[in-house]
């Protein structure tokens, strides 16, 4: 088929990429000249494992470029893949939605036949029906469902992992306006081998803002656990396994540790509670996950300082800047409100990441970025914030360790101790 993604971000591109893959041509949009470039030589401007390789592999399938109107003509279907993110109180941000939605609509007005336009991006439930469609129809002068179909399908890939996640699935929602448009997404993903939800295109917008939730809260409530547990010299990770193994609540998402972070989860639950509220339906639990999660990474500074009471002129080690291992993304990372608790009580900082340090420079100008991860042990006292597999290589025998990962590698530090266990 003939696919075009408007917004080449990490969805954008990975839906664009494993299209390519399976043999279809695509036409990538975004208005991020250096990145079209860069996905043109076949280099990734994201680091994801494998991406490079799609790109440089499936060349001949997937173009770059800054032109919606004509990616709009030459293929069949449109994926919406742009941000969505928060506004200062929460709420969700649909402008960029709303801008690509307005281009994709003129770009519709020319051109003759049926086109199909699928919304990806996490965007608040009623958003399809009520803002993209109607957006559609106006500036394109044409009727949905007759002249053009809409769909929302969400995506639950994870960062680190993406290409794996987007390739074999758990499911695929495909949410829908027009049947016209169901059966296009139906044969669009007949290779793949998951099951398949079909519904309406707010319940679809619904899944997605329900699994993020519900994945969010699970972290916090392990983290409410694990801080009880801590306090009575219980082990957190054997209460998880014991947990784990009831088929009702499975193991993932059990790992305790300094919270959720990330382009998603956060954002996502801050987008969730504030439309809530509008609702009138206040989403307490899901409030209170946010609350824990804010607290979290705070508690890896306070016990850090049961060994080091006065952090002024200390230098502080912190290994890993990234929201979780295997990617370079700093969004929301738990390393943020640590290194900023840090600096508040007057410590130097030497941090190192194996992937993400020239973004958390942007943030984080002045402090000491090391060249390697052994570099950072010199600091008198080490924190760990993101579970990079080089970081299990370290030797911190003689070091004070404060962990908030569970790296069992960190164990044979002098002084150990985990967040909450
Ligand atoms: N990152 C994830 O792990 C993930 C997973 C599932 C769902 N999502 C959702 O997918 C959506 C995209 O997320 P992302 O992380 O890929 O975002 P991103 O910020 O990495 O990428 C968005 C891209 O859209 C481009 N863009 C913005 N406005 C545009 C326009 N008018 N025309 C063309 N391009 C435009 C930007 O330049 C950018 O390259 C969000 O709604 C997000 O919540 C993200």
Redesign the pocket.
């Known amino acids: 088929m003939k696919i075009s993604v408007?917004?080449?971000?990490?969805?954008?591109?990975v839906t664009g990429a494993c299209f390519a893959k399976l043999g279809h041509q695509v036409t990538c949009?975004?208005?991020?000249e250096h990145?079209l470039h860069q996905i043109n030589d076949g280099k990734s401007p994201?680091y994801e494992e494998g991406l490079d390789e799609i790109l440089t592999t499936y060349h001949h399938n997937i173009r770059a470029t800054s032109d919606?109107e004509s990616a709009i003509q030459v293929t069949e279907m449109t994926f919406l893949?742009?941000?969505?993110p928060s506004h200062d109180d929460g709420s969700i941000d649909l402008s960029?939605v709303k801008?690509?939605t307005e281009?994709m609509a003129r770009a519709l007005h020319k051109k003759s036949s049926w086109h199909l336009v699928i919304v990806?991006?996490?965007?608040i439930p009623g958003t399809s029906q009520n803002i993209v469609l109607p957006l559609l129809e106006k500036h394109s002068g044409k009727k949905a469902g007759k002249d053009f179909g809409v769909a929302m399908n969400?995506?639950?890939?994870?960062?680190g992992v993406?290409i794996q996640d987007f390739l074999k699935p758990d499911r695929i929602v495909i949410g829908y306006y027009d049947e016209k448009s169901r059966d296009m997404l139906r044969q669009l993903y007949t290779p793949f081998s998951c099951p398949i939800v079909e519904t309406s295109l707010s319940a679809a917008e619904m899944i997605?803002y329900a699994s993020n939730a519900f994945l969010a809260t699970k972290i916090s409530f392990i983290n409410e656990i694990g801080n009880l547990c801590k306090n009575l010299n219980i082990d957190t990770y054997a209460v998880a396994e014991g947990m784990g193994f009831d088929k009702r609540i499975g193991r993932a998402f059990l790992d305790s540790g300094i919270g959720w972070g990330?382009?998603?989860f956060p954002?996502?639950i801050d987008a969730l509670i504030a439309w809530a509220k509008q609702m009138k339906e206040p989403v307490r639990i899901i409030e209170n996950a946010k609350t824990v999660n804010t607290d979290q990474p705070l508690r890896l500074v306070k016990i850090l300082q049961k060994h080091i009471p006065k952090l002024k002129g200390k230098t502080i080690g912190v290994l890993g800047l990234a929201f979780k291992p295997d990617t370079d993304?700093i969004r929301e990372s738990r390393a943020i409100p640590i290194v900023k608790e840090l600096l508040r009580n007057g410590a130097r900082i030497k941090a190192y990441d194996p992937q993400a340090m020239e973004n958390f420079k942007t943030l984080f100008p002045t402090i000491e970025y090391c060249h390697s991860a052994s570099d950072v042990l010199s600091a008198d006292a080490i924190l760990i914030t993101t579970k990079w597999k080089e970081f299990m290589m370290l030797n911190y025998q003689g070091k004070i360790v404060i962990d908030g990962r569970r790296l069992e590698q960190a164990k044979n530090a002098t002084i150990y101790e985990g967040v909450c266990w």
Do not use: N, Q, R
């Not at 893949?81 to 969505?84: D, I, L, P, W």
């Open positions: 408007i917004g080449t971000g990490y969805v954008g591109l949009v975004d208005l991020d990145k994201i919606t893949c742009v941000g969505t960029s801008k690509a281009h990806k991006s996490t965007v969400p995506e639950f890939l994870k960062e993406a997605k990330g382009s998603c954002k996502d993304d």
